[in-house]
């Protein structure tokens, strides 16, 4: 029996990947130049394939990176001097907090406790912060911070940059892009592909930034700076040598997925959410993470489990469904369950009933 995986990242591939990674094979993709006119040709049909899908502005740029994990570093290097603010609800979040603390900058942040999203009511941001990093979806706890707090922040401050992991919150998240300057995800979570790949989207405004930082002699990282990213970009290049054929499945994929219709396979997800919430509320032995909905994420989805979360993965696996453990200290406790676009409602309903059997 083939496992099919509701882990939230990597995942099961999205179902068009393998038709894909085989033609990929017969034309040859992993083995022309990245300095080949072919190469700019599935570069520029990948960024073209993104910016539809994701419906973004004509002017920010969508640039190739190895993860989000970089992204973070880069952010940091390239749009920070001194002072970055975090909304930190979970592992993810603070694992950027962190960097900007190894870059020895003021980090400031405010902590939502674990299972909650900050507040923005309680938000004191000061103005001297250069940078707003938020997360939309943390992975980790499966609290998600809904799209309104995102563009009262905005509103509210209009001249710091605001930077926005949707990491596993991309595409299904729909969000105005030009309401933030930057914002990033790699491609093993929503998109269902192998992990290696961060898409870094900005604007002018973090380029400026870079271009000032630059100029007032600070060090803002070398190939991978956004000035050196930006240059190669233009051509539709990378400085190093890419993960080309990611960048190709990406494109293929995000093609795949505005045929589809990405207001379809929003409705899918949230269908799959609202059966998935719905089992923890019927469930013996489980209940939601995060209580308050509004916060409650749509497309990684948390579980507190009153047995070790090991008896639920062990048993589901007995049948090929993988599901995800929680995430660090909560490794025993929860159980996290991804429900990306790939994961079919019949696949999302076996789960559900499976669910349901796990009894004391
Ligand atoms: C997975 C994840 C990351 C890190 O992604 P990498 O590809 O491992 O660098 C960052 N933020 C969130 C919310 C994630 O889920």
Redesign the pocket.
């Known amino acids: 029996m083939k496992n099919f995986y509701f882990t ?2 990597p995942s099961q591939l999205y179902f068009t990947v393998e038709e894909h990674l085989s033609n990929a094979l017969k034309e040859g993709v992993p083995s022309i130049s990245h300095r080949s006119k072919a190469y700019e040709k599935i570069h520029q049909s990948t960024v073209e394939a993104i910016r539809h899908l994701l419906g973004l502005p004509q002017d920010y740029h969508i640039l190739f990176t ?7 570093e880069r952010t940091i290097q390239n749009m920070v001097q001194a002072e970055s603010f975090h909304l930190v609800n ?1 592992s ?2 603070q ?2 907090l962190q960097i900007a603390e190894n870059y020895q900058i003021n980090a400031m942040s405010q902590v939502a406790e674990e299972g909650k999203s900050v507040e923005v009511q309680q938000l004191l941001i000061p103005e001297t912060a250069e940078l707003i990093a938020i ?6 706890t499966g609290a998600s911070q809904p799209v309104s707090d995102i563009y009262e922040i905005r509103e509210a401050f209009p001249d710091q940059l605001i930077s926005l ?5 991309a595409p299904y998240v729909n969000i105005d892009y030009s309401k933030v300057d930057t914002a990033y ?5 929503c998109f269902g592909l192998p ?2 790949l ?1 898409v870094w989207i900005v604007n002018d405004r973090c380029l400026a930034k870079a271009e000032q930082l630059l100029s007032r002699n600070k060090v803002i990282g070398s190939y991978h700076s956004l000035p050196s990213l930006m240059e190669k970009s233009l051509k539709n290049q990378t400085p190093e040598t890419p993960n080309v054929l990611n960048i190709y499945l990406l494109g293929k994929v995000a093609t795949d997925m505005a045929q589809k219709g990405i207001e379809q396979i929003r409705r899918e997800i949230d269908y799959k959410a609202a059966l998935l919430y719905q089992t923890f509320a019927q469930a013996e032995l489980l209940s939601p993470f995060v209580e308050n909905e509004k916060h409650q994420s749509k497309t ?1 989805i948390v579980a507190d489990a009153k047995i070790s979360s090991s008896e639920f993965i062990s048993k589901l696996s007995k049948k090929g469904l993988v599901i995800g453990s929680g995430y660090g200290k909560f490794k025993d406790k929860h159980i996290r369950i991804a429900n990306f676009p790939t994961h079919s409602k019949e696949y999302m309903e076996m789960l559900s009933d499976e669910l349901l059997k796990i009894q004391r």
């Open positions: 939230p990242g190895s993860s989000a994990t970089e992204i973070w979970g993810f979040s694992r950027f997360t939309q979806n943390e992975t980790s992991d949707v990491v596993s919150a995800f790699s491609v093993q979570k992990a290696g961060g990684t």
